[in-house]
Nanobody, 123 residues
Framework: VQLQASGGGLVQAGGSLRLSCAAS????????VGWFRQAPGKEREVVAG???????YNADSVKGRFTISRDNAKNTVYLQMNSLKPEDTAVYYC??????????????????WGQGTLVTVSS
């Protein structure tokens, strides 16, 4: 499967952005999808994920602010980001794993990666 992330940009603190991860292939519904981010000088971290059966996960740092969802008919997973903070600034990546379960989503173990999209939150 090939992944294309989009939707990044520059936003002021408190604003919102919606990232999209579009996938090729007809069996996208059988893939878990995760969103990761990497800020300059920091390690990559999992932000949110959704298993192939629909179970979702959010990291503590984004709970209550970010929501992951999927539209299998459009082969797309979204990350709605609200109440953005300067510390959310990073390159955001989406990734996929065939029949990935909730535990794998939480562990951040994915096999396919898209290119990143830059999110910059100004204070």
């Amino acid at each position: 499967v090939q992944l294309q992330a989009s939707g990044g940009g520059l936003v002021q603190a408190g604003g919102s952005l919606r990232l999209s991860c579009a996938a090729s292939g007809r069996t996208f519904s059988t893939y878990a999808v995760g969103w990761f981010r990497q800020a300059p000088g920091k390690e990559r971290e999992v932000v949110a994920g959704i298993s192939w059966t629909g179970g979702s996960y959010n990291a503590d740092s984004v709970k209550g602010r970010f929501t992951i969802s999927r539209d299998n008919a459009k082969n797309t997973v979204y990350l709605q980001m609200n109440s953005l903070k300067p510390e959310d600034t990073a390159v955001y990546y989406c990734a996929a794993r065939f029949r990935g379960g909730y535990s794998q989503v939480v562990a951040g173990t994915f096999d396919y990666w898209g290119q990143g999209t830059l999110v910059t939150v100004s204070s």
